[in-house]
């Protein structure tokens, strides 16, 4: 049932859609949207401030033979325009619940057809790809389905890899359960990884505290309608002073030899 609503929408959503257009000039030199105006593969349906989003984040990976895994195929165009962007070496995996999308499968791009809602599947995924260096969630974009999606194969990306869910705009749509605000909605959730994020720095660690998430991320995105996560392992931070104070009163009591040090900044150390 939730599939034919969800087709439903999209059809809906696909039958209004402008026809291409020529790529403007802002996005000139980007080679996934010169692909996408240029589309000489199957069917794909994109908004067009995405590939600034995705040459960003995903050029680092380009000619380096990355593991790309990416749920939801539509026709399996975007599959085809990833192969063609990460080149030869690439590894593309199409994740899909309609079996039609078995015959997407070719050169270089494997598909698994389960749903992304369900945590079972989705470790049999972490089993049948032990590295994934990109994963992008362009799935059924149900709240359910994109927090069961990070939280089961967020840990299994690669340390230095990235994280990107598209279309969280579902989250205010309300036919698809969203609202300003929503209690429950992948947005919300997606607003409490920045708390994590910042964890080094809690006065409450009974309640808040440093966690695997905040061990191995080192940025949030936040762009229209796409969430961009990026990942590397990581340290309690530090800092330190350098230099002669300006400020004779500013100085800091110490040892000799400590008279160029000043008074710290709040810092994970000191904080506590």
């Not at 974009?141 to 999606?149: E, G, K, N, P, V």
């Not at 089961?152 to 994280?163: A, K, N």
């Not at 209690?183 to 919300?188: K, M, R, S």
Request: hydrophobic share 35%.
């Amino acid at each position: 049932m939730l599939g034919r609503v969800l087709a439903g929408v999209w059809r809906s959503i696909f039958s209004r859609a402008p026809a291409p257009r020529a790529a403007p000039a802002s996005e000139a030199g980007n080679p996934l949207s010169a692909y996408f105006f240029n589309n000489p593969g199957r069917l794909m349906q994109k908004w067009h401030h995405y590939f600034d989003i995705y040459h960003r984040h995903f050029a680092p990976f380009r000619g380096r033979s990355p593991v790309v895994v990416e749920i939801g195929t539509f026709h399996g165009g975007s599959l085809q325009m990833w192969r063609e962007y990460f080149g030869p070496g690439a590894l593309v995996v199409g994740i899909d619940i309609d079996p039609r999308c078995r015959e997407l499968a070719g050169e270089g791009i494997e598909i698994l057809i389960g749903d992304q809602g369900d945590r079972a599947f989705l470790a049999e995924v972490r089993r049948r790809y032990p590295r994934i260096d990109i994963l992008i969630d362009d799935g059924g974009h149900t709240f359910a389905q994109q927090i069961a999606t990070f939280e089961e194969l967020y840990p299994h990306v690669q340390p230095h890899g990235i994280y990107l869910c598209e279309d969280i705009h579902t989250s205010v749509a309300p036919n698809f359960g969203g609202g300003y605000r929503r209690e429950g909605t992948f947005l919300e959730y997606a607003k409490g990884l920045i708390d994590r994020l910042y964890a080094w720095y809690t006065f409450e660690p009974e309640r808040f505290a440093v966690d695997a998430l905040t061990r191995s991320t080192y940025a949030l995105h936040f762009y229209d309608s796409v969430l961009v996560v990026e990942k590397r392992p990581m340290r309690e931070p530090a800092q330190s002073i350098t230099g002669r104070p300006s400020w004779p009163s500013e100085l800091r009591a110490g040892p000799p030899g400590a008279s160029d040090q000043v008074r710290a900044s709040p810092s994970p150390s000191n904080l506590r």
